[in-house]
């Protein structure tokens, strides 16, 4: 009997530990199955303040969703180029990426319509401040993104368009006559306004074209003095400050995003706000290294007079007030919002 009941016993036991041993590989299919796996489509290289905000955002993600989520990033526009990028996110090309809609055939109307109205505005936590506020205020600046297949990441800034001259320095607003800028979107309208003229050219011709003179200028950011090299090839710097509104960037595909728990999607949106903080970080100590560069081969910086100056504002801001007036057509309330922009500008401006 003794014997039987050893027998049993010991069949039981084999029994639970095979069963045990079961069930412990059935959890880690589980595990192994709960994790999401994404793809980051970016438009920069690595080495773009962009890039290395997205690097640092994307490490934060991993490990607080506890691993639960992978994020494999796709660099220098691997996955769709910049003005397809709108599009290609929303359809799904990447689960998530940089975007941009001013390149978007429909929708995007704010987007393409405020690339200049932070026009004199330097100081990036004052253009946060009032965009953030703005945004909370007016439905339609949020909606447009999401109208358009796109959940919003981060809203963020980037330093404002200067400037960068190749041969002759601009100290009055007569000299931009006869001279040829790269000069993109609404930013091509300023140069005619004074007998000068605005041409589209990708950056990544950018640099060819000023070092062989085929044209005087480009209108572009400090930091690309470095980041794009410009710094090498120019001899003069004017400072414009012609800002943009912040603006949601970075997107996540919309029909990736309602495919994710409650509980990730609430790490995402915790983030929203850190990682646009993050970027503008990056980009603006991107800015101080360009003005170095550019400084360290020998270009010089400008700076209009008060009036002069004034007057390439008052270009900038009749460009702006005619685009608002096209959106109230649409019923955006376009003069509404940029009236309360520069109002908000001057109440909390410096």
């Not at 059935?26 to 980051?40: C, G, K, R």
């Not at 929708?107 to 253009?127: I, N, P, Q, T």
């Not at 970027?279 to 007079?305: D, P, Q, R, S, T």
């Not at 900038?316 to 500008?345: C, H, N, P, S």
């Amino acid at each position: 009997m003794r014997r039987v009941w050893n027998y049993l016993i010991t069949s039981i036991l084999g029994t639970l530990i095979v069963v045990g041993l079961t069930l412990g590989a059935s959890v880690n299919v589980v595990q192994a199955a709960d994790t999401i796996e994404l793809t980051y489509g970016g438009n920069w290289p690595p080495s773009h303040p962009f890039t290395k905000a997205t690097i640092i955002w994307i490490d934060k993600i991993e490990k607080e969703t506890q691993g639960r989520v992978k994020i494999k990033p796709f660099w220098a526009s691997a996955l769709y180029k910049p003005k397809d990028s709108a599009m290609e996110l929303a359809k799904g090309v990447a689960d998530i990426g940089d975007l941009s809609g001013a390149y978007a055939a429909v929708g995007y109307d704010f987007e393409k319509s405020m690339r200049m109205a932070f026009w004199g505005v330097k100081d990036r936590y004052l253009a946060r401040k009032v965009y953030m506020e703005a945004l909370d205020k007016f439905p339609q600046l949020k909606a447009e993104f999401i109208d358009a297949g796109v959940k919003v990441m981060a809203y963020a800034g980037i330093p404002p368009y200067q400037l960068l001259l190749t041969r002759k320095p601009i100290r009055k607003v007569e000299d931009f006559k006869g001279m040829t800028f790269k000069a993109t979107g609404d930013i091509g309208k300023i140069p005619p306004a004074f007998g000068g003229e605005g041409i589209v050219m990708p950056m990544s011709e950018t640099y060819t074209a000023m070092q062989k003179n085929t044209i005087d200028g480009a209108f572009a950011p400090f930091e690309t003095l470095k980041t794009f090299r410009f710094g090498e090839v120019i001899k003069y710097a004017l400072e414009l400050n012609i800002a943009s509104a912040p603006a949601g960037h970075w997107g996540f595909c919309l029909k990736s995003w309602n495919k994710l728990p409650k509980d990730i999607q609430k790490v995402f949106e915790d983030n929203i706000d850190w990682f646009g903080e993050k970027i503008e970080e990056m980009v603006y100590a991107g800015e101080e290294l360009g003005i170095n560069f550019a400084k360290e081969h020998g270009a010089e910086f400008i700076k209009l007079a008060p009036g002069e100056l004034d007057k390439v504002y008052a270009v900038v801001d009749g460009i702006i007030v005619e685009q608002m007036a096209d959106l109230d057509k649409k019923g955006l309330d376009g003069t509404a919002v940029y009236k309360e922009m520069r109002r908000l500008i001057k109440q909390h401006g410096r």
